[in-house]
C-alpha cells in the first residue's frame, strides 16, 4: 500500500501502528517519542536510527517489528480518544486483539471508579504534553488488569489531526503483591511502621492509627521522629542514619528502653523490632512496634512480689541487697552515718513446738511490727530468713545508739504486754558505717551478724522460761 493511501493498515488487514505519511514522523516528534519510550522502558537508542529514516513504509514496518517484540503496551489515539492502533502487549492487557481495539474509546475500558483518573491525565497531557496514571482496565473477559499509564501528545500537521501515544506496563501482579502484602500488615498484632531511607514514613497499618492515634494520612511522609517523644528526636536522628547505614534484623527486646509519643503528646514505653526491605524504589524499614506498658507494670509487680516477705510486708532477702547499697551511697555523699542491724527471734521452734506454727508466724510477724515502729519509713527492713531481720537506717543527729535504745524498748513492751501469750525476745546486733572509711555491705551484715550470734550465745547460758520448756 502507497504511503499516501489509506492510513492505519498494512497487508494481512492487521493495523499499523505508525501510518505512513508522506513527510514521515516530524523533528519534534521524534524527539519527544524517543524520550518518552525510554521513559516507558524502550531502547530510545534502538528506536533513533529508525526515526530518523526518511522512507516512511520502511519505518513503519521496523517499527511494527521492533514494537510487536517489547513487553511494553504501546498504542496510537486520534485526537478524539480513539484507538487508531496499537501492539499485541497494550491488546493483551485488555484482553483483546489489536484490531479489535481500532476506533474503540479508551476510556471505555477504565474501571467505573477510575474513570476520573484517565479524564485527568488526558488534560493534562492536552495541556502540558504528558499525563501519567494508574488504572484498572476491565478485560474481555470481565477480569481487571492493573496498568500503569503514559500519554504522550503527538505533534505534527495539525490539518490532518494529532491525538497521543499511550504507553501502558501490566501492574497486575506488583499490585497483587502489594496487595496481599498490605493484607499481611493489616493482619499483624503489633502497630506497623515502614519508612524509606530518609526516614520518612511511607506506610502504617491500623494497629498504628490505633496505638499512636493519627490517622494514616497524617502520618505519610513525615519524618519518624514525630513518634518519638520530644526529649528523644535529637538523638533519635543520629542512630535512625546509623542503622540506615548498615541496616539489617533487630529483634524486639534487643535494644535499649525506648518510648513512642502519640498525637495528644503522651509517652508510653515500646518495644521495637526492625526489619529492612528491598524493594525497587531502594531499602525501606519496617518497625514492628509494642507498647511494653502492660509487661512493665506486670514485671514491677513480679518484682515487688520478689522483694516483698509475703508474712511480714517487709523486704525479702533480695529486696535488703538491692535496697541496702542505695540507702549506704546516700550515706556517703552526705556524709553521714548509718547502722546496719541483724536480729533473730529467740526461741522460734520451741513457740512452734508448744504452741503450733500459727503461733510463731504471729511472733515473727510481732518483730515486723517492733521494727516497723522503731524505725523510719526511709529506712530498709526486711526479713532476710525464717526467723531473721535486718534493718539498715541513716543514724541522722540521734545516733546509733538512740536507735539501739528505742528498740530494746519497744521489745520489752511487746513482752510486757502478753498479747502473744508467750514471752517475746530478740537478739540484736549492730555494725556502724563511717563515710570517713566506707565499708562494704557484705562486711557490715558479716559483723553484725557475729554481733547478734554473740548476744544469743550468752542468752542459752540462761535457762528458757518455764513456758517454753518442752
Do not use: W
Request: with cysteine; net charge positive.
Amino acid at each position: 500500500m502507497k504511503a499516501g493511501g489509506r492510513r492505519g493498515r498494512r497487508a494481512g488487514g492487521r493495523a499499523r501502528l505508525y501510518p505512513a505519511s508522506p513527510g514521515g514522523i516530524g523533528r519534534a516528534t521524534r524527539r519527544r517519542l524517543s524520550r518518552t519510550v525510554d521513559r516507558a522502558g524502550l531502547a530510545a537508542r534502538l528506536l533513533g536510527p529508525l526515526l530518523d529514516r526518511t522512507g516512511a513504509d520502511q519505518v513503519a514496518r521496523d517499527l511494527d517489528a521492533l514494537l510487536e517484540t517489547t513487553r511494553e503496551g504501546i498504542a496510537l489515539l486520534d485526537e478524539r480518544g480513539r484507538y487508531v492502533a496499537a501492539n499485541r502487549e497494550y491488546a493483551r492487557m485488555l484482553g483483546r486483539a489489536p484490531a479489535a481495539l481500532v476506533g474503540t474509546r479508551a476510556l471505555d475500558f477504565l474501571h467505573p471508579e477510575d474513570l476520573r483518573l484517565g479524564t485527568a491525565a488526558r488534560e493534562a497531557m492536552i495541556r502540558s504534553g504528558e499525563g501519567r496514571f494508574e488504572a484498572r482496565a476491565i478485560r474481555k473477559d470481565g477480569s481487571i488488569c492493573f496498568r500503569s499509564l503514559l500519554l504522550v501528545r503527538r505533534t505534527g500537521d495539525r490539518s490532518r489531526g494529532l491525538g497521543h501515544f499511550a504507553f501502558s506496563r501490566d501492574s497486575t501482579p506488583s499490585r497483587r503483591a502489594e496487595e496481599k502484602f498490605r493484607g499481611l500488615l493489616e493482619a499483624a498484632p503489633d502497630a506497623m511502621v515502614i519508612v524509606d531511607r530518609r526516614g520518612r514514613i511511607v506506610l502504617v497499618n491500623e494497629q498504628a492509627e490505633r496505638l499512636f492515634g493519627y490517622r494514616r494520612e497524617e502520618l505519610a511522609g513525615k519524618p519518624i521522629e514525630i513518634l518519638v517523644p520530644d526529649r528523644l528526636r535529637a538523638g533519635h536522628v543520629g542512630r535512625r542514619d546509623r542503622y540506615l547505614g548498615a541496616p539489617q534484623v533487630r529483634r524486639m527486646g534487643t535494644a535499649l528502653d525506648l518510648a513512642g509519643r502519640r498525637k495528644d503528646g503522651t509517652e508510653f514505653p515500646a518495644e521495637i523490632s526492625l526489619s529492612p526491605i528491598r524493594t525497587e524504589e531502594g531499602i525501606l524499614v519496617s518497625s514492628a512496634i509494642r507498647d511494653s506498658s502492660d509487661r512493665k507494670r506486670m514485671e514491677e509487680a513480679l518484682r515487688s512480689l520478689s522483694l516483698a516477705d509475703d508474712l511480714t510486708g517487709l523486704h525479702s532477702r533480695r529486696g535488703f541487697l538491692e535496697l541496702a547499697p542505695t540507702l549506704l551511697r546516700l550515706a556517703a555523699r552526705r556524709r553521714e552515718r548509718a547502722i546496719l542491724l541483724c536480729a533473730d527471734l529467740d526461741g522460734l521452734k520451741a513457740i512452734n513446738d508448744s504452741h503450733g506454727h500459727s503461733a510463731g508466724d504471729r511472733a515473727i510477724r510481732a518483730v515486723a511490727s517492733v521494727l516497723t515502729e522503731t524505725f523510719r519509713r526511709a529506712d530498709v527492713l526486711a526479713r532476710i530468713g525464717g526467723d531473721e531481720f535486718a534493718a539498715l537506717a541513716l543514724t541522722g543527729l540521734e545516733g546509733a545508739s538512740a536507735i539501739r535504745h528505742r528498740l530494746r524498748r519497744r521489745i520489752e513492751e511487746e513482752d510486757a504486754s502478753g498479747r502473744l501469750g508467750f514471752p517475746f525476745a530478740l537478739s540484736v546486733g549492730t555494725a556502724l558505717f563511717d563515710p570517713e572509711s566506707p565499708t562494704p555491705l557484705e562486711t557490715l551484715l558479716q559483723r553484725a551478724d557475729a554481733a547478734m550470734y554473740a548476744e544469743k550465745r550468752a542468752k542459752r547460758r540462761r535457762p528458757l522460761p518455764l513456758s517454753l520448756r518442752g
